[in-house]
């Protein structure tokens, strides 16, 4: 009989992860120390075997915590973990989650839907190492106001904090007084070899010239030198350009998701 877990061992959570470590990027990623204290993790068990698992983020330096609920079909077993998991979720939250899976949280929860969105894997990578990068270069926390400023004109919504650029691994172009694109990543662990890219914009003057596939491959190549293994992204279905950019790049779809927004029922 299956039953509802809390999971505290971070091995125990890599084993199920590996099975699909591009669906499960960003939860391998969370693996890491650095974010680690920020996570909770739910599971569907049968004895010791681990049918699903969520991941609730909560970074208080983003604008909300984050479900992540992913997995492959079928959608009942996810289904039956977030029913279970609903009492101890927040009263709000923003959710990525399999397509179909949401509505086992329908009755606690108003859910709004944000889009369809990919999954894409890094599955070519010697499609990154051909493309020339070297007019993107390495962007550092003095970068900061500039970033800011890229991002409120090209990307309103984005998901960057400042702290993500002691990483190393945000890279951009520049102009005559400005940064024109930047590409970097959302979660990267050198412990456990994964990163998933993010915060990838480019100013609405400056589109159309390749400079999103130039960042975007610059900080994959810097990525593969430090050993990472698997790299990854998420994409919106409908955002055509930017599919067709990653798959000459060298990325595959490998997933689909729903990007929500819930709140609790009064």
Not at 5 to 34: I, Q, T
Not at 73 to 85: C, D, I, S, T
Not at 116 to 135: I, W, Y
Not at 162 to 170: I, K
Request: hydrophobic share 45%; glycine share 8%.
């Amino acid at each position: 009989m299956a039953q509802i877990a809390c999971l505290h061992a971070k091995s125990d959570v890599e084993r199920f992860c590996r099975r699909n470590p591009f669906l499960h990027l960003y939860a391998l990623g969370d693996l890491d120390d650095f974010f680690w204290p920020n996570t909770t993790w739910f599971a569907l068990k049968e004895g010791d075997d681990i049918r699903q698992l969520a991941l609730l983020y909560t970074d208080w330096a983003m604008r909300m915590p984050t479900l992540l609920a992913l997995g492959d079909p079928p959608v009942q077993p996810l289904a039956e973990l977030l029913h279970g998991v609903a009492p101890a979720l927040p009263r709000r939250f923003h959710a990525h989650i399999s397509p179909g899976a949401a509505d086992a949280l329908r009755p606690e929860y108003h859910i709004g839907t944000l889009g369809d969105f990919h999954k894409m894997g890094l599955t070519h990578p010697s499609r990154v190492d051909a493309v020339d990068a070297g007019s993107a270069t390495q962007l550092v926390p003095s970068d900061t106001k500039g970033l800011l400023a890229l991002y409120d004109v090209a990307y309103p919504g984005h998901w960057f904090v400042p702290r993500m650029l002691e990483t190393g691994f945000y890279f951009g172009i520049r102009g005559d007084a400005s940064i024109l694109s930047v590409a970097g990543v959302h979660v990267y662990s050198q412990t456990y070899k994964v990163a998933a890219l993010g915060n990838v914009a480019t100013h609405p003057a400056a589109r159309g010239q390749g400079l999103a596939a130039i960042v975007v491959a610059r900080a994959c190549q810097e990525l593969l030198r430090a050993g990472v293994k698997t790299i990854g992204l998420n994409v919106k279905a409908d955002n055509l350009a930017a599919i067709a950019c990653y798959r000459k790049l060298g990325f595959e779809p490998v997933a689909d998701y729903r990007e929500h927004t819930l709140s609790v029922r009064a």
